[in-house]
């Protein structure tokens, strides 16, 4: 089997902002770490490009929707490789392979049995195109996400059993305790299933911008399982020439909370009634925070990805976002705490630690690492992190990961000054035929200095593999310096690289670029 991750797929109303940004670092964080383990991945992303929420921009500008589609698209296509996304596709909705799945997938639902016609009235908010319930709507009868008023509106429409699906849905949930991590979301979505589910609708017949309904023209399926069906659609035609849906199904998700109902409550049962695997793992972020409310298009609080990354660079901020807000938590984001974060911990944290290291080896030992054993208790520190690392990142625990991580890095700099390399470097120049000297001290002085240097330049080439997920552009500079390109996740312990000869190391992260 391989392993599949994907995103969310991003709405095309508006251009891409860091909350768009920080769904694809996490699933990249994912799918880079699993190609270390050796797996055949696909990480797949795209956009929305259906619904009403397009038609009413695209009519505002005297456009079509396809205009508008065709217009935004390329810019969150442009997103992935600036934040250095390895991404393995790229879909959009309204290509004709996706309409066609959809279309296919949905008539088999409804030739199970799963499918009605029937009148529909509720409210409804157009920015997230969904029909609130009770439960959902906020004071003064308005959206809870985008805090707009609620449309009371009424169509005939197809409908989805989805109530039929009440205790299947349930039972998943029992039999896999951590289907929905973290468990607080989990909580949310089997509360919402236990107050009782209701049938919903899987058809429009008031807009026309969406995947027809083959068995009834004058409707369009409801942009939400369009969407949804991406993440199997796109395994037919994603890789040339191959269906990987055997192979890559069920998949990895990574969400935001906002659309927690739509992923672990319609989505698994959706697929149970089309006789489909649910998902992997659903793994559901918080809200990135600007002045302590949401980040959104439609408030118009949003932080620029491409901004930040032309002063930063992609991999800091990467790190910012990861180690800033933990995932699976709401917090808050600045180009500030971005500064902090790439002065205080790349900067100085690790890129120091790197330089650090490299130089001392190439002044004492003329750039040839010293093949020693490394220092015993800092191998046990390390014993097992790698582990460690790839299950909390199954488990979704991104954040979490990545301190594990950071310990050793803070670890392995106090090592430096605990053991004080260059003052073994002084004590091993001393002349041992000199009055008082002691050749055993000296001949001590250059096996300390020995292990220490190998410690080092083996925590750190370690400290980079493990890394590269979050790192992925410093890493393989780093490794490459070090002369140990190679990722491998089985290269991930203390001990396991070679004592190779070291070349120059450039600033990883020049303070420079903070100062501008």
């Known amino acids: 089997m391989g392993y599949s991750v994907t995103t969310p797929i991003f709405y095309v109303n508006a251009a891409p902002h860091l909350g768009h940004a920080y769904s694809t670092i996490v699933a990249d964080v994912l799918a880079r770490n699993h190609r270390q383990r050796g797996d055949d991945v696909f990480f797949l992303t795209g956009t929305d490009e259906h619904g009403e929420p397009v038609a009413n921009v ?45 279309q296919e997938i949905l008539t ?16 409804y908010c157009p920015k997230c195109a969904d029909f609130k319930t009770e439960s959902e709507i906020a004071e003064g009868n308005t959206c809870p996400i985008h805090g707009i008023p609620l449309l009371r509106e009424s169509e005939n429409n197809w409908f989805f059993k989805l109530s039929a699906f009440q205790e ?51 409707h ?4 939400w399982w369009d969407a949804l069906l991406n993440y199997v659609t796109a395994l037919r035609f994603g890789r040339e020439g191959e269906d990987l849906t055997a192979s890559h199904w069920p998949a990895t998700h990574v969400i935001g909370k906002d659309i927690l109902k739509f992923h672990t409550i319609y989505w698994p049962a959706l697929l149970m009634a089309a006789e489909m695997e649910v998902p992997t793992r659903v793994m559901v972020g918080g809200f990135l925070l600007v002045g302590g409310t949401k980040m959104s298009k439609s408030l118009g609080n949003v932080l620029d ?7 930063y660079g992609a991999d800091a901020v990467r790190f910012y976002l990861l180690r800033e807000v933990a995932f699976g938590s709401d917090g808050s984001v600045s180009l500030e705490g971005l500064k902090l974060r790439y002065e205080s911990e790349l900067a100085n944290d690790f890129g120091n630690l790197a330089s650090r290291s490299t130089a001392m080896v190439r002044r004492y030992r003329d750039a040839v690492v010293p093949d020693v054993a490394v220092d015993p208790q800092i191998a046990a520190s390390f014993t097992g ?51 008082g000297a002691d050749p055993a001290a000296i001949a001590a002085a250059t096996a300390d200095l020995d ?9 750190v080439r370690v400290l980079a593999v493990l890394l590269h997920p979050w790192l992925p552009a410093s890493t393989v ?21 070679a004592a190779h000869a070291v070349g120059e190391l450039a600033p990883l992260f020049p303070k420079d670029r903070a100062a501008a």
Not at 110 to 122: A, D, L, P, R, T
Not at 402 to 424: D, H, M, Y
């Open 451 to 459: 292990r220490v240097l190998r410690t080092l330049v083996e925590g």
């Open 305 to 311: 990805p491409f901004e930040a990354i032309e002063q």
């Open 220 to 223: 369009v399926f409801y942009v």
């Open 477 to 497: 500079v780093l490794l490459d310096a070090l002369g140990s390109p190679d990722l491998a996740w089985s290269g991930a312990e203390l001990g396991t690289g």
């Open 58 to 102: 695209a009519a505002d500008r005297g456009i079509t929707p396809q205009e508008l589609v065709d217009e935004n698209a390329p810019r969150f296509q442009a997103m992935g490789p600036v934040l250095e996304a390895s991404n393995d596709f790229f879909i959009r909705t309204s290509d004709p392979r996706h309409k066609a799945a959809v």
């Open 385 to 435: 992190l790698a582990d460690t690392v790839a299950r909390m990142l199954d488990d979704g625990q991104i954040s979490q990961a990545l301190e594990a991580i950071w310990e050793r890095v803070r670890l392995l700099n106090r090592f430096v000054e605990t053991t004080a390399p260059w003052t073994l470097a002084k004590a091993e120049k001393a002349d041992p035929s000199a009055e």
């Open 168 to 218: 299947r849905l349930e039972q998943l949930y029992a039999d896999r305790p951590d289907w929905v991590v973290p468990q607080s979301r989990r909580n949310e979505a089997l509360a919402f299933i236990k107050g009782g589910l209701q049938d919903v609708s899987l058809s429009r017949n008031q807009i026309t911008w969406g995947v027809e309904v083959p068995w009834d023209l004058e």
């Open 108 to 123: 088999k639902v409804k030739e199970n049995g799963w499918v009605y016609e029937g009148q529909y009235e509720g409210w």
